[in-house]
């Protein structure tokens, strides 16, 4: 699975009209971005929408970041990750996560209860589905939505890697020391081509206000060294600066260097505008030809 050195992280594609986001992954593809990452909310079906884009292009890899195992039973999920790579042998990346509270039991009408243990219990149902469909020769591919230590030293042991979001550098460093040399981690990376601080830094707190309300991540960054004077009132500078990336193109290829100096192997970039429903093109244009400079 070649995912390259750094990807595109959107959902701004699953609020355009479906031809329109198959052309955006095939420019995206042209441009030399290695991989495509989808989220699973309340837009499109993760898996179907997966096979849509997956089916414009020729070589992208299309990663769900992340499908959520409340959303369908393991025989389900892992039914159609075997159908995808089976059709697009080596290009679909399962992304796993367990959600939040608030989506799994307001939204989708379950009971958050003990993440962890629904996520090993659903990895090895996943492990043991009865599926009678041709399969691939490669062997299909999964990642975890991992933030502490447990669920990282799960992702060691059942994924290939990890795939944190909503994270400092720093927490690539920590991620690191726990998964060891050998998984891979993939970290999410906000971004604002602005060099204006005070604009820039409204963006990212517009984008940073619902993540700073999930406890979750909130709970990671205080695992981190982050106290209630940085996360509370829209998140200080000092952390809006480290969680999202502001300023030139030389600024935000930094950013990405500092994670994979800090032991990522493929960060995907999440482009943050102020029209947080625009799809972000000229940026991602812009951006293409210093971050895949990166070795």
């Not at 096979?51 to 393991?74: H, M, N, P, Y």
């Not at 490669?138 to 447990?150: F, W």
């Not at 960054?221 to 480290?242: E, K, Y």
Request: charged share 20%.
């Amino acid at each position: 699975m070649q995912l390259g050195r750094v990807g595109v992280w959107t959902f701004q594609l699953d609020l355009q009209p479906a031809s329109v986001a198959q052309e955006s992954a095939a420019e995206l593809e042209e441009l030399g971005y290695g991989a495509l990452w989808l989220p699973e909310a309340v837009g499109r079906e993760s898996l179907v929408n997966s096979a849509l884009l997956l089916s414009a292009t020729k070589k992208l890899v299309v990663a769900t970041g992340i499908a959520s195992v409340w959303a369908r039973d393991a025989q389900a999920m892992a039914s159609g990750q075997l159908t995808l790579n089976e059709a697009f042998p080596g290009r679909f990346l399962l992304g796993l996560g367990v959600s939040h509270q608030p989506m799994v039991d307001y939204v989708r009408g379950h009971v958050y209860d003990k993440p962890l243990t629904k996520m090993r219990e659903y990895l090895e149902a996943m492990d043991k589905v009865f599926y009678v469909a041709p399969r691939s020769e490669q062997e299909p591919r999964r990642v975890l939505a991992a933030l502490g230590p447990k669920m990282l030293e799960l992702a060691a042991a059942k994924a290939l890697g990890a795939h944190p979001y909503f994270v400092p550098v720093e927490h690539t460093a920590f991620a690191r020391g726990v998964l060891g040399d050998g998984p891979m981690l993939l970290p999410e990376q906000a971004v604002v081509l602005s060099t204006d601080p005070g604009e820039a830094r409204a963006a990212a707190r517009s984008h940073m206000a619902t993540y700073l309300g999930l406890p979750n991540y909130t709970n990671n960054l205080r695992r981190l060294g982050w106290g209630d004077a940085d996360l509370d009132d829209g998140g200080s500078d000092r952390l809006v600066d480290a969680i999202v990336a502001w300023g030139d193109e030389d600024a935000i290829v930094a950013r990405v260097q500092a994670h994979l100096d800090a032991g990522a192997d493929h960060v995907c970039i999440q482009v943050i505008g102020p029209d947080a429903t625009a799809l972000p093109m000229p940026q991602w244009r812009a951006l293409a030809p210093a971050l895949l400079s990166l070795g």
